[in-house]
């Protein structure tokens, strides 16, 4: 049977440890004695809370500051490089080779205001089968404009950091580009010296159009090397814009001869485009 009250020994015992202990909290209170005993335990907890902290918690916030600093530097990238590419896109703008508005007031203006933004929008490049560019007489690529305006993009002109390569001709979830490679595009073009000009066909193949032409009318010679510039004509493309240089000239008969153009812009080259209605 199961004890119900503490024998004599165990009620000895139990007042002998209540004195004891009384006696130690005394000699604590009256001579500090155990003083160093006591710093020495804090000291222990505090290192042990400091071991323990680094071995968990600091590796824990390491990783996640980590993270962080990687994607915050890689989103700073991204708009680094964004700015690039719209710096450059201004910057071919107003180049002295690029004469995109015949007055030239609106960039006289642009400059005196130190305010670098142009008459024209920024596009993302969605989608483009550089197969089928590199191959096929079909060159389409697709943009997604990045301001939300009521804009009619239909017939503006498409260019890159390197020049012209294309107009806007449809518009849906995303606005379809016909390149200038294409074999149905047809741009109007002409030497700098303004006594020659011809229709340039996409030839359907990447970075090439072709310029054919009756030498028996355009007496003129082509050399190869030689610049080739928007005529203006069409009300597409703006005038004297540089589209590209003479690459190989072909007589194909006394009445017919072909020039290949190598256009100056790659539509591969990057994926940040400008839009701009002429």
Known sequence: MARAAPTPGQKL???FFI???????????TSNNFQSIKNGFKSFKISSFYIAKEISIEPLKSIVNLSKSKIKLVEENKDLKEAL???????????????FFKDQEIIKKTHNENNYKFEYDIAYLRSIDPNMYKCCDKHRMFIEIKQNSD???VESIVFNTEGLVGQIIDENKFYEVLLLTDISHSLPI????????CNAKGSGRSEYIICSYNPLVWTEEIKKNQIFYTSGLGGIYPKDIEVGYVSSIENIDSTQTKIKIKLLA?????????????
Do not use: C, Q
Request: overall charge negative.
């Open 85 to 99: 590419e719209i710096s450059y896109l201004n910057n071919y703008l107003v180049s002295k080779e690029n004469i």
């Open 151 to 153: 804009n009619l993009y």
């Open 19 to 29: 004195i004891l202990g009384s006696l130690f909290l005394y000699i604590d209170i």
């Open 190 to 197: 002409k030497l700098n010296s303004s006594e020659f000009f």
């Open 13 to 15: 015992s139990f007042i």
């Open 266 to 278: 790659n539509p591969l080259n990057g994926n940040m485009f400008g839009v701009l209605k002429y």
